[in-house]
Structure formats: C-alpha cells, structure tokens
C-alpha cells in the first residue's frame, strides 16, 4: 500500500513538472529573472518625458479565435490625458516595449515576429514593419 502511495504521489509530481516545461508566462508581465534587454513590461518614459507608455495584457481581439493581445497606451506626462493607443503582438509572444532613444517611436519586443517598430506620426503610433533598429536598442537574444 505504501508502495502504490509513493509511486501516484511520483507520477503526480512527475506530470506536473513536465507538463510545466516549455510553457512560458502568459501573463503580459515577465517574471522578476527575465533579462529583456532595453524592453520592459513596466511604465515607460520617453526621452524627453512628454510621454509615458503602459502595456495592457489580454485585450481580447477576436472572438473567433480568442487570441489575447497585448495593447499598448501612451499618455501625456504632465496631464495623463490619453494620447494614443494600438495593438501589438499576442499576448503569449510578447517581451516588452521601449522608447527610441532622441524620438517618440516605440519599439516592441516579440518572441514570434522579433523587434517591431511603431513609428510616432503626427500624435499616433504606426506599425512600420521597414524601419531599422537602432544599435542602443538591445534584444533579450542579443546576449
């Protein structure tokens, strides 16, 4: 009887630490070890701090799917009027945002798609899939 006991109560603990491996969080928030380079989950300012921008995690596009995405907000500093938002990557790919260093272009971090600008144009953020990294902007794989 003692035997049966240890041998569920291994098979359990073995089922759970394998089903375990490989998954990632898929929560917006990466855990407090994560290294993302010059990306982050948290609150962000721009250069000059006439900006912030916060991530939001699991707005819901598509109720056909149900796939998550996580949506970025930019306010004004001094007000924190809302000044624009847009939809990033899948919320399970995502790694992080970051100001380019002298603009307001923001850069995303994506396990699936890599590093993705939205370049500012006259007060809103849009994806621009041409634009070139900057060398002072670092990928958690460039280590």
Not at 89 to 96: A, L, M, N, V
Not at 99 to 122: L, P
Request: charged share 25%; proline share 1%.
């Amino acid at each position: 009887m003692k035997r049966a006991l240890c041998l569920i109560y291994f098979t359990i603990v073995l089922i759970s630490v394998l089903s375990g491996c490989g998954r990632r969080n898929t929560n917006v928030h990466a855990s407090d070890g994560d290294d993302l380079g010059s990306f982050t989950m948290d609150k962000i300012y721009s250069f000059d701090e006439k900006y912030y921008a916060v991530c939001e995690d699991d707005i819901n596009v598509t109720e056909q799917t149900g796939t998550d995405y996580v949506q970025v907000s930019v306010y004004f500093a001094e007000s924190k009027e809302l000044a624009d938002t847009f939809l990033t990557e899948r919320t399970r790919d995502f790694w992080g945002i970051c100001f380019e260093s002298n603009t307001y272009n923001i850069w995303v971090q994506s396990a699936d798609v890599g590093i993705i600008c939205f370049k500012y144009d006259a007060g809103q953020w849009i994806r621009d899939d041409s634009a070139e990294r900057p060398a002072d902007i670092v990928s958690k794989y460039d280590k």
